[in-house]
């Protein structure tokens, strides 16, 4: 028991419960040489670049700003729908539709419920075709521009070289991307009408 209360303690315990009960419990209470990190005020949004990365705040939390951000964007389904407030449950349906729509299953619903009683359908539906019709020849656009710098060499069964030859390539690559235009200028919706 003796033992006990001949114990001392060090500088830095008293200087320890001196900042606690003065109620400066993030003072020090020894001093530390050495290199010290720039430490920037940063706010919510803000954009920096720091050791070649770039970084942000996000909902208070420090975030590495990557190439795929705007791909996680489109592709990521919110927790609720912005639109109604109510909550996505994810399944293919609710997937599809905010690719599409930007919104829940039931808002797209009553927006095409209010389309229809307004007698508008038809010029919705044009539009939405026409839409997908684009998108498709978008994607074969890309597939063409592909196809004209694409080397024309191929691997065999047997593990050969093969170099195809033959064909107007440039001729091709002119009338098909013409016949492009002129589909991206067609509507397709009314043409099905008639």
């Known amino acids: 028991m003796d033992n006990n209360l001949k114990k001392e303690f060090s500088k830095r315990d008293v200087a320890r419960m001196r900042n606690i009960i003065t109620g400066k419990t993030g003072d020090r209470t020894q001093v530390q040489t050495g290199w010290e990190k720039h430490q920037g005020d940063y706010k ?6 720091q050791d070649g990365k770039k970084w942000t705040i996000k909902n208070g939390i420090k975030q ?8 996680k964007q489109m592709v ?10 109510s909550v996505i449950k994810i399944n293919d349906i609710e997937k599809k539709m905010w690719a599409i729509h930007k919104t829940c299953f039931e808002c797209v619903l009553k927006k095409e419920a209010k389309i229809k009683r307004e007698g508008k359908w038809e010029e919705y539906e044009g539009t939405m075709i026409n839409g997908n019709k ?20 191929f691997v065999s069964e047997a593990g050969d070289l093969e170099a195809w030859k033959g064909g107007d390539k440039k001729g091709i690559y002119k009338q098909v991307k013409e016949r492009i235009a002129e589909l991206k200028n067609l509507d397709i919706y009314k043409q099905n009408e008639e």
């Open 44 to 49: 919510e949004g803000d954009i920096w670049e």
């Open 76 to 85: 990521m389904i919110p927790l609720s729908c912005p639109n109604c407030g």
């Open 64 to 71: 590495t700003i990557t190439k795929l951000d705007a791909i």
């Open 134 to 153: 684009n998108a498709s020849l978008v994607d074969l656009e890309s597939a063409l521009e592909e196809w004209l710098v694409q080397d024309d060499t």
